[in-house]
Every structure is written in C-alpha cells, then in structure tokens.
C-alpha cells in the first residue's frame, strides 16, 4: 500500500486541490474512507461517511447512491440496510437544507428531459474524446493514472474479483458521462473546467482499490 500512497501523493491535481482548498479533495478522502469502511464491512460507518460525502458537493449524491447500489451487489440486503441507516442523518440534513435554503440546481433546472435527448447524441464524440484524454493530461495525472490504466490492462484476466472500490469506479463514471453530454452549458468549457476534479473525487477509492483487486495476495508464512 506504500506505493498506492506515493501515487496519490505525486498526483499533481492532489497538490493542486489541495494548495486551492477545493472541496472535491475533501470529497475524494470521504469517499475512500467510506469505500475501504465498505471493504472491511462496517457498513454504517461506511453509509456515514458516503453522507458527509453528499454534505460536501452535488457529486457526492451520485458516489454515495453508487455505492449503496455496490453494497447491495457485492453484500447482500441487510448490508445495504446498514449502509443506508449510517447515511440518514447527513443525508436529512441535506434534504432539509435542498428544501429549505438551497435555491434550484441550475443544471437540474435547465436540462428538461426533451433538451437532453437532443442534446446528448451530438456531444458523445466530444465527452469520449476528452474523457480518454485525461489518460495522457500529465499536468493534472502526471504518469499515474496512464499506469494504472494499463496495470488493469495487463492484469485483467488476474485481478481479484468482487472488490468494492472498482465496482464504485464503474457505476460512477457513466453518470458524470452523461451529465456532460446534456448540461446546458458548453460541454467543451464545462469539460475543460471540471473534469479533472471530477474525476479526482474517485482517484483516491480507485487506487486503493486497485491495490486490492490487482496485486497478488500476501502468501501466508510457514
């Protein structure tokens, strides 16, 4: 796990994040915490920290139903109960305050499903591209996640099976996927502003996660 900390700490966005006080890296440390709290299966401490992650920006929503739905996958009904009641409060809290003081989400209000399904079509080229981009954006990844790319690559067919953290990886990135192809404001200026972060927010679960499903198993000592 040494190395997957040296990878996280020469990631050049988690300086970057981190120098500007953004709120996806605190996002991005409640997110590991709750995905390795899940590996371990403490699921209401893991449901608590997936709600302070929707506390601390909209994304968070979307990682912490993530992984409620991988929880369900990988543990089973009781589990997800579990995880469900650890994120009650904060996400209560949420509600009352959506209800009570948030003024409308104006990339909610602006997408009515008619605009999205026009919208979308045209822009999958766009979104695919600058998403596969980020492979080779070594100013915000430097050499890491191109590594980590092809670490899955070469590894596929030895990973380990039913690790949680991927599993999140994977029903998260489709979502951001389409809220850039129907947001109403440019999608080229909406990718270039906020993908990186966006995708920051799960770097630091999908390494570890990694860590888990890729490296070979610790024999045990005779």
């Known amino acids: 796990m040494i190395g997957v900390v040296l990878l996280l700490l020469g990631t050049p966005d988690f300086l970057i994040l981190a120098w500007n006080q953004y709120a996806d890296l605190k996002l ?9 709290l899940a590996t371990d299966g403490r699921y209401t401490a893991s449901g608590l920290l997936a709600g302070l992650a929707s ?7 979307v990682e912490a139903a993530a992984l409620l739905v991988v929880v369900l996958l990988r543990a089973g009904p009781r589990p997800a109960g579990r995880f469900a009641l650890g994120a009650a409060a904060p996400l209560g809290l949420l509600l009352w305050f959506k209800l009570r003081w948030a003024p409308p989400n104006d990339l909610v209000a602006a997408t009515p499903l008619a605009a999205a399904l026009r ?9 695919a591209r600058a998403f596969s981009l980020q492979l080779v954006d070594f100013a915000h990844w430097g050499c890491a996640l191109a590594a980590i790319a092809v670490a899955w690559i070469a590894r596929w067919r030895r990973r380990e099976r039913g690790q949680i953290a991927p599993l999140l990886v994977a029903l998260t990135l489709p979502a951001f996927f389409g809220v ?26 999908f390494l570890y996660g990694s860590a888990l499903a890729l490296l070979p198993a610790a024999q045990p000592a005779r």
């Open 119 to 127: 919208r979308g079509p045209g822009r999958l080229a766009l979104v």
């Open 28 to 36: 991005a440390l409640f997110l590991l915490a709750a995905a390795v």
């Open 180 to 205: 850039y192809l129907v947001t109403p404001w440019d999608p080229g200026l909406h990718l270039q502003v906020s993908l990186d972060r966006v995708l920051f927010q799960l770097w630091p679960a």
């Open 55 to 61: 506390l601390t920006k909209n994304e968070g929503l």
